[in-house]
């Protein structure tokens, strides 16, 4: 990469680095993980940045190649299955406690669930919570808008399934 | 659905917990995928160093001293040590430096250049350990063929061959194909042992020079 691109790169990524990091978050459950994720993630996107053609704005493309690193190295190690293990949230639920002890214990719950999704509906999730409308969730994961509200419904009603079982 | 929304305030309410990278670091991170290979290389040069220094040590005793005197071997093996240890403490030496390089590389073209040179030492590390073993068998089959204690019954075998320079040939010919195996797989255990690493190294510097165009 030439310098200036090298430069606007790093100027753009470290603006933007929290995107990766709550993207790392959701999908590894230890610090170590997390930094392996986000090391990762910053090697793809320095890789891709040569054909950012700036079509979008950065932080979409953040979003798309983040995302398909981490759902690419969450399959890569997966040994889990897709379904819900309820014990294992509750588990999950008092790691986070542990984590932020000040959360009120839906929060908590709610996030071990989320965690628990497969890898697709968390990037769902993820874009929801980030504020994206349907139309930039379906451009990022490159479904369609239809599909995606359709997926995020059923998200919903697996999330509501967990909380309150 | 009310869970989710509250949730999605903390979550909004989080932006500043995740530690936060500056340009530099950042730069780091991408570049440091290299430094942990040659990083890897370096031990296992320093492992190797102790393993073999330490089986000449251990297999070290008065009986060999003997045969190697008796081999009239034992002014060369002691120079071919003295040369071997220097040469391999300069190779560690050598990895280090690199790995140290690798580590504090400002940019992705100093790194290419500087993953090159590292293949280069691993590739003349290895051509110099089986010239050192080679060097070190020829000497001992000659050694052993002249003055071993069963030189005098190899010499007799010569006389009465009648042709002796056959005899001598095929000898020869013999010696040669056993140190020929021998280096054979240890080049196989280089192979393994460094390739594995230096393919990872080979990737990475192919991807980087892809950046760099």
Request: proline letters at 0%; hydrophobic letters at 50%; a negative charge.
């Given at each position: 990469m030439e310098k200036k691109l090298e430069h606007i790169f790093l100027t753009e990524f470290e603006q933007h680095q929290n995107i990766v990091h709550k993207i790392c978050s959701l999908y590894t459950?230890?610090?170590a993980s997390h930094h392996d994720l986000f090391q990762e993630v910053s090697i793809q996107l320095w890789k891709a940045f040569p054909k950012f053609r700036g079509d979008s704005k950065f932080s979409t493309w953040m979003y798309r190649v983040a995302l398909n690193t981490a759902i690419t190295q969450y399959r890569k190690n997966k040994k889990r299955t897709d379904t819900y293990d309820i014990e294992n949230v509750l588990?999950?639920?008092?790691?986070?406690e542990a984590y932020d002890p000040n959360e009120e214990q839906q929060l908590s719950l709610m996030y071990a669930a989320i965690k628990e999704l497969n890898d697709i509906d968390k990037a769902l999730i993820f874009l929801y919570l980030e504020d994206k409308n349907y139309e930039e969730i379906s451009m990022t994961l490159g479904i369609s808008e239809v599909n995606a509200r359709v997926k995020m419904n059923r998200i919903k009603k697996k999330l509501k399934k967990i909380i309150h079982p | 659905m009310k869970e989710l929304d509250k949730f999605k305030e903390d979550w909004k309410s989080r932006e500043g917990n995740y530690p936060k990278l500056d340009k530099d670091a950042l730069y780091q991170l991408i570049l440091k995928r290299s430094s942990s290979i040659v990083k890897w290389l370096f031990y296992i040069?320093?492992?190797?160093?102790?393993?073999?220094?330490?089986?000449?040590?251990?297999?070290?005793?008065?009986?060999?001293?003997?045969?190697?005197?008796?081999?009239?071997?034992?002014?060369?093996?002691?120079?071919?040590?003295?040369?071997?240890?220097?040469?391999?403490?300069y190779f560690i030496t050598l990895f280090y430096r690199n790995y140290k390089r690798v580590t504090f590389t400002a940019s992705s073209k100093e790194l290419i250049e500087r993953i090159l040179k590292v293949k280069r030492t691993v590739t003349q590390y290895v051509w110099f350990n089986l010239f050192i073993l080679g060097i070190s068998l020829l000497a001992g089959?000659?050694?052993?063929?002249?003055?071993?204690p069963e030189s005098e019954k190899i010499f007799n075998m010569a006389a009465e061959n009648g042709n002796s320079i056959g005899f001598w040939v095929l000898i020869t010919v013999i010696c040669l194909l056993f140190i020929g195996v021998i280096l054979f797989f240890l080049w196989g255990f280089y192979r393994i042992l460094y390739g594995i690493l230096l393919k990872k190294l080979k990737n990475n510097h192919r991807e980087l020079q892809r950046l760099e165009h």
């Open positions: 459950h230890d610090r588990f999950k639920t008092q790691a986070y | 040069s320093i492992a190797e160093f102790v393993f073999w220094t330490s089986i000449s040590v251990l297999t070290h005793d008065n009986k060999t001293d003997q045969l190697i005197e008796q081999m009239h071997l034992s002014i060369f093996i002691k120079v071919l040590s003295v040369i071997n240890y220097a040469v391999l403490i089959f000659f050694g052993l063929i002249h003055y071993g």
